[in-house]
C-alpha cells in the first residue's frame, strides 16, 4: 500500500508524459483558426491544457516536430511556445523540453461535501426517492423477523441481495454469480476500498478530466500520483487514451464510461474492448464506476459492462443504488473476483463491519422492479434533462451545454473561463451550480460548469434565471475566488 505520503507534489517539473508532434497537431487542428498564426497555435494549446485535455507536467513535442507536423515554420512555432512561456502555461529548462503547467494549479485538500437546503441545488447530483421506497421499508420491516434471531452482521453483504446485484448483471449480459457480489455502503466506499486493495507504492493512477471529484480524493489521499486523459461529451479521445497506457503503464485506472461524470460521455463497444486490452497490455487494474449506469433517459440499446471484455479479473466494477432508488439507502457493492471480495471484506473491516440490515431488506426488494424503475427514472430525468435545456437555450444562448443520453448532469461550456466566480456570483442569487474546476485534477476547467437536474421542472427554470443574472454580474466583475469547492 502506499498510504503513507498523502497528496505528493503533482508538479515534478521537466513533464514526465510526452505527446508526440503528430497527436499535439491533431488535438490542435480542432481549435478555430485564427491569425497570427503563431497565437492560433499557442491559444489551442492552452485551451487544451485549460481543459484537462492535455494534462499538466506533459512534456510537449521539440518545435521542429510539431512544426512539421503543422506544416508551418519553426519560427511559428517557437512564437507559440514562447507566447505560452510568457503567460505561464510552458515551463522550460535546458536539455530538458518544455512542458506544461499551470499559474495556480492544484489543492490538495478532499473536496468536502456538503449538501444544502438554503439554496436551489444544482450542484448535487441526487434525485429523490423512487415511488415504492417507502412500501419497500415495510416490506423489508415484514421480512426482518427472518434475520432478528441472527446475529445481524453480514460482512459480504445480504446473502439475498447478493443475489439480486448478480442477477442483475446477467440480465445486462454479464455472467456474475453472487459470491463475486461485495455490497459496501454506496459506491463511494466501493471506490476507497478497491484502491486501497489495488494501489501499490509508486504507483500512478489514470483518471479521466473531468472526473468524479470524490473518486479524485479517495485516490490522492491513498497517495497515488494522478494522470490524466481528457473527455469531452463526445467522449474519449481513444488514441490519447491508449498512448497514455501505453507511455504509463499505470497500475490502476479510474474510469467512468456509463454516463460519465460530469460530461455524460457513453464508452461504445468497441472503445470498451480497447480500454480492456490496453489495461492488460499494460497490466492495469481497472475500476470502472457504474452509478450512474442504470439512468438511461433516451432509448437504444446500451453497450454491455466493461467487465464484460475481462479475460483474467483485472475490471472492478463498483456500482450503487443511490442514484437510481435512493441516495438514503447506503446501499453500493463491488464486484470482482471471489478472491478480491475477501480481500476487500479484510479491508473494510479496519473500519466498517458491514452494512445495515434494512437498508440491504430494502434495496433486494426494490431491485426486483428494477425495470419499471428505471423507466419511471428515465422519464423524470428526461422531462428534467429537457425543461433545463431549453431554459438555458432561452435565457443564456451562448453557453453550450452537453445533450447527455443519461445519468443526471449536463456539461456546459461558458463562453469565459468564469466558472469559479461565477458559481460564487450563484450562490447570491440562491442557486449552486458546480464549478469546472471542482471535476479537474489541477485546477483545470474553469470554463465549464455541471448542472444536475434532479429538481422539478419549475424549480429549474427560476434557476436558469438566477444563473443568468449571477453570469451578467460575473462578466461586469469577473473575480476569481480560489478554493471554493461545490459538490
Ligand atoms: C460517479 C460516481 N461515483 C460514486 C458516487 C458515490 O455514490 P454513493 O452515494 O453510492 O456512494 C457518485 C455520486 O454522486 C458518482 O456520481
Redesign the pocket.
Known sequence: MAKQNGHRAERSGGGTRRINGRLLARLIGEAPVERPYYLAIARSVSGLVLDGRVPTNTRLPAERDLAAALGVSRNTVTAAYAWLRDNRFLESRQGAGSWTVLPDSGTSEPSPFIPTAEHIDLGV??PPAVEGLRAAAFQAAERLSAHVGGLGYYPYGLPELRHAIARRYVERGLPTTPEQIFVTN????G?ALAVDMLLQSGDEVLVESPT?P??LDAIRQAGARVRTVGVTPQGWDMEYLVDAFRQWKPGLAYL?PDFQ?PTGALMDDDERRILVREARRAGTHLII?E??AELAIDSGDLPAPVAAHDTDGRVLTVG?V??LLW?GLRV?WVRTTPPMVARLMAIRQRFDLAGAVMDQLTATHLLADVLRIRAERSRQLRRNRDVLLRALRERLPDWRPSVPGGGLVLWTTLPHPVASALATASVRHGVHPAAGPVFGADGTLERYLRLAYTQPPDVLTDAVERLATAYTETLVHPVQPRGQLYV
Open positions: 447530483a441526487a454506496g459506491s463511494q466506499q471506490v468524479y470524490h473518486a467512468i461524470n464506476d452509478s450512474v450503487s443511490a442514484k441516495g453500493g
